[in-house]
């Protein structure tokens, strides 16, 4: 069983940034797949980013490519989601999720945190 904890989420003005954490319990974090999702008002969940369980090799939506950089840290059982450029469409819930292969892409993603919330004022 894993249990993931999102934090850092908050209010930020347009063209600013904001580091997303997510920590995760467990012994055999180092062997997951990670991802981001995140979920705005009235819509559907979507993707955002995913990574290898090494960090080698990493995935984003093209909404946001050159903008949110996905990273880990094995020792610290910690991934993270570096967001800088924001704009009012980045604003919804951000959850990470995790999933046992350890490759990506993932379909069906094992665990989800409960969410942090990201407001990108105009």
């Known amino acids: 069983q894993v ?3 999102e934090s850092g989420g908050g209010l ?3 063209g600013g940034s904001l580091r997303l954490s997510c920590a995760a319990s467990g012994r055999t974090f180092g062997s997951y797949a990670m991802g981001w999702f995140r979920q705005a008002p009235g819509k559907e969940r979507e993707f955002v980013a995913a990574t290898t ?3 080698g090799n990493t ?3 093209d909404s946001v ?3 949110f950089t996905m990273s880990r840290d ?3 059982n910690t991934v993270y989601l570096q967001m800088n450029s924001l704009k009012p469409e980045d604003t919804a819930v951000y959850y990470c999720a995790a999933d046992y292969r350890g490759v ?3 379909r ?3 665990y989800w945190g409960q969410g942090t919330q990201v407001t990108v004022s105009s």
Do not use: D, S
């Open 3 to 5: 249990q993931l904890v």
């Open 12 to 14: 930020v003005q347009a």
């Open 53 to 55: 369980y090494t960090g």
């Open 59 to 61: 995935h984003y939506a």
């Open 65 to 67: 490519k050159g903008r």
């Open 74 to 76: 094995n020792a610290k």
């Open 104 to 106: 990506v892409p993932v």
């Open 108 to 110: 069906n993603w094992n």
